[in-house]
């Protein structure tokens, strides 16, 4: 019996699309089971020795995937950085930055989403929350080697990290200092809330996101900051700010 039109049994029965639509699908792969290898190490042996784990990992892969994509690809690698970036304007590299912010903020959303519209939404913002007590700790932790913050940095290195947050490039944010040992965070304006109120909606109630995000990440970046909620929705909210925190350095 004759196989049927368009069966596919090797890769060399691909046409051109074919062989790249497989070829993304291939990246999509590494990008799960890289993550999955994480998720691994930390439930088996804790998150300190999963990110230890992932430093050596993340350096070394970086390392050999870039060096393999330069040849096939035709770019050279400088110092760690492939030279086409290296070769683009300042500006060119903003909106670059501006624009896997917000590819980050909507992966955020479509998984959001799908949990929502299968299951509720009280299965997703549970599955939100939780993801939130892992993502904190690990951008605090890339945020702390970018920056070369020392083990406790205090007040002064929160401050700074929060300006280096994925979450910086997409909202309006500000910090008011209020007693020698305690500083308040508002987002003043914040890109999911703001498009919610764009089309007539309430605000969405992230206030239970928040206290894992918020408290998780400032001790992530120095164990004795404390963190407290002034206001966060579904609580009311004056019009210059959709949340608010503040970071008390205990001691």
């Not at 590494?30 to 300190?48: D, F, K």
């Not at 903020?105 to 997703?124: K, S």
């Not at 894992?212 to 909210?237: L, M, N, Q, W």
């Amino acid at each position: 019996m004759p196989d049927r039109p368009g069966r596919i049994d090797s890769i060399q029965d691909l046409d051109h699309e074919q062989t790249a639509r497989l070829i993304i699908d291939m990246f999509h792969r590494i990008i799960v089971h890289y993550a999955l290898w994480y998720t691994e190490i930390r439930h088996q042996m804790g998150t300190e020795r999963a990110l230890e784990a992932l430093k050596t990992a993340s350096e070394r892969g970086y390392e050999i995937q870039m060096k393999r994509l330069g040849k096939v690809l035709g770019f050279e690698m400088k110092d760690g950085i492939p030279v086409p970036m290296l070769n683009m304007s300042k500006e060119k590299l903003s909106d670059l930055m501006d624009c896997a912010a917000a590819n980050w903020i909507a992966n955020d959303g479509v998984w959001f989403q799908a949990v929502e519209f299968t299951n509720g939404m009280i299965d997703a913002k549970r599955c939100n929350d939780t993801c939130w007590a892992h993502f904190s700790p690990f951008e605090a932790w890339t945020i702390r080697r970018f920056l070369n913050l020392p083990d406790a940095p205090g007040l002064e290195g929160l401050k700074r990290a929060l300006n280096f947050r994925v979450y910086a490039r997409l909202n309006t944010q500000s910090v008011i200092d209020d007693t020698p040992n305690s500083f308040i965070f508002r987002m003043n304006e914040c890109r999911v809330q703001s498009a919610r109120k764009r089309k007539g909606l309430d605000d969405y109630p992230c206030k239970s996101g928040g206290m894992v995000e918020y408290t998780y990440f400032a001790r992530s970046i120095d164990p004795g900051i404390k963190t407290e909620c002034i206001g966060c929705p579904p609580d009311r909210h004056p019009e210059d700010w959709y949340c608010a925190w503040r970071f008390i350095l205990k001691g």
